[in-house]
């Protein structure tokens, strides 16, 4: 009876197998796990189903009844593999499961897909029985090919096996891992300038400024306009503040796609020091200004401009005025002059 059940489980993995290779060279293929659902970028995240009838033991006869896998890669970084399998010996008996976690990729490997969506990449992972670790950092081998097939290969020879576990592509994320961590970073640096405009520190710049950064607000001046980097973000603020010591950037939204973010805020303060040629006329701001930072691979600002409320701004400081007294009370209206902003 024993040897039935094996003659049928080995059928069927064959079958199976079958299919998994048909469908690999088959380029048509539009089922769950076709290739096109694993992209060739340096930085994706994909999961998929263990294959089922796979021995994962030859001596003791156990092998995978199902499972599921999952992996994240960031710019050939792969930051998380992890399976979890259901096992039981042949006859039925024994169930129980296995687990991979913890895979740490050597220091010298770089995971990417080719082309033809197939790579390699080689590491250590912990093993665990029922959810205990029970083998740690065994050195271990993960693939896919044609962006169908994964397999995985930890080297427990001293147990006297070396066993190959397949996998089978179900999906990929569409939201990159890489690009929501680029995503959370440019969020944080909109939030660390608005910190650095509120409380005037400015002596952790170069974590959210790159060397490169280019403010294309500095430009109308001929001076300012030459600054790059850190140190054109720190006269920025010195200057803001020395004129408005009291300056509150509120935020009121960020938004981040790829590598933009969009920061929403209202601004306030004192106008009580020279705002560069304008001399102080202790009155009150409040305007809106869309702050658009474009963010670098390091998770720094480039790049930045702003869409501000600037006839609001220079109309509290008393810039500008009504061009005839008949549009006086509109431009109040318009730009919150009628409300005892100004002193």
């Given at each position: 009876?024993?040897?039935?059940?094996k003659?049928?489980?080995?059928?069927?993995?064959?079958?199976v197998?079958?299919?998994?290779?048909?469908?690999?060279?088959?380029?048509?293929?539009?089922?769950?796990?076709?290739?096109?659902?694993?992209?060739?970028?340096?930085?994706?995240?994909?999961?998929?189903?263990?294959?089922?009838?796979?021995?994962?033991?030859?001596?003791?006869?156990?092998?995978?009844?199902?499972?599921?896998?999952?992996m994240?890669?960031?710019?050939?970084?792969?930051?998380?593999?992890?399976?979890d399998?259901?096992?039981?010996?042949?006859?039925g008996?024994?169930p129980?499961?296995?687990q991979?976690?913890?895979?740490?990729?050597?220091?010298?490997?770089?995971?990417?897909?080719?082309?033809?969506?197939?790579?390699?990449?080689?590491?250590t992972?912990?093993?665990?029985?029922?959810?205990?670790?029970?083998?740690r950092?065994?050195?271990?081998?993960?693939?896919?090919?044609?962006?169908?097939?994964?397999?995985?290969?930890?080297?427990?020879?001293?147990?006297?096996?070396?066993?190959?576990?397949?996998?089978?592509?179900?999906?990929?994320?569409?939201?990159?891992?890489?690009?929501?961590?680029?995503?959370?970073?440019?969020?944080?640096?909109?939030?660390?300038?608005?910190?650095?405009?509120?409380?005037?520190?400015?002596?952790?710049?170069s974590?959210?400024?790159?060397?490169?950064?280019?403010?294309?607000?500095?430009?109308?001046d001929p001076?300012?306009?030459?600054?790059?980097?850190?140190?054109?973000?720190?006269?920025?603020?010195?200057?803001?503040?020395i004129?408005?010591?009291?300056?509150?950037?509120?935020e009121?939204?960020i938004?981040?796609?790829d590598?933009?973010?969009?920061?929403?805020?209202?601004?306030?303060?004192?106008h009580?020091?020279?705002?560069?040629?304008?001399?102080?006329?202790?009155?009150e701001?409040?305007?809106?200004?869309?702050h658009i930072?474009?963010?670098?691979?390091?998770?720094?600002?480039?790049?930045?401009?702003a869409?501000?409320?600037?006839?609001?701004?220079?109309?509290?400081?008393?810039?500008?005025?009504?061009?005839?007294?008949?549009?006086?009370?509109?431009?109040?209206?318009?730009?919150?002059?009628?409300?005892?902003?100004?002193?």
């Open positions: 009876m024993k040897q039935v059940i003659k049928v489980r080995v059928s069927l993995l064959v079958t197998l079958s299919m998994v290779f048909l469908l690999v060279w088959n380029n048509n293929s539009n089922v769950l796990f076709a290739t096109d659902q694993v992209t060739n970028s340096p930085t994706f995240s994909i999961k998929g189903t263990m294959l089922p009838l796979t021995v994962i033991n030859p001596i003791t006869d156990e092998y995978i009844l199902a499972g599921t896998w999952n994240d890669v960031n710019q050939g970084r792969v930051t998380n593999f992890t399976a399998m259901q096992v039981e010996l042949y006859d008996s024994n129980h499961s296995h991979f976690l913890n895979f740490k990729q050597a220091a010298n490997e770089v995971f990417a897909l080719t082309a033809d969506k197939i790579g390699e990449i080689r590491g992972m912990d093993l665990g029985l029922n959810n205990t670790i029970v083998h950092n065994v050195d271990t081998n993960i693939t896919i090919y044609r962006g169908v097939v994964m397999s995985v290969t930890p080297d427990i020879t001293d147990l006297g096996i070396e066993p190959t576990i397949y996998g089978l592509t179900e999906s990929q994320s569409n939201e990159s891992l890489g690009q929501k961590v680029k995503e959370d970073d440019g969020i944080n640096a909109a939030r660390q300038v608005i910190n650095a405009f509120n409380t005037g520190n400015v002596s952790n710049v974590d959210f400024i790159s060397e490169q950064y280019f403010n294309h607000e500095s430009q109308i001076i300012r306009g030459q600054l790059r980097g850190p140190t054109e973000f720190v006269d920025t603020v010195e200057n803001n503040r004129a408005f010591p009291d300056l509150r950037h509120n009121e939204a938004i981040a796609q590598d933009m973010v969009v920061s929403v805020i209202n601004v306030t303060g004192t009580t020091g020279n705002f560069f040629i304008l001399p102080p006329t202790e009155n701001i409040s305007y809106d200004a869309v930072y474009r963010i670098g691979e390091d998770g720094k600002i480039v790049e930045h401009k869409i501000r409320d600037d006839l609001t701004f220079l109309a509290q400081l008393g810039v500008i005025e009504p061009s005839s007294p008949e549009f006086t009370p509109f431009f109040q209206v318009l730009t919150g002059t009628g409300t005892g902003n100004r002193t």
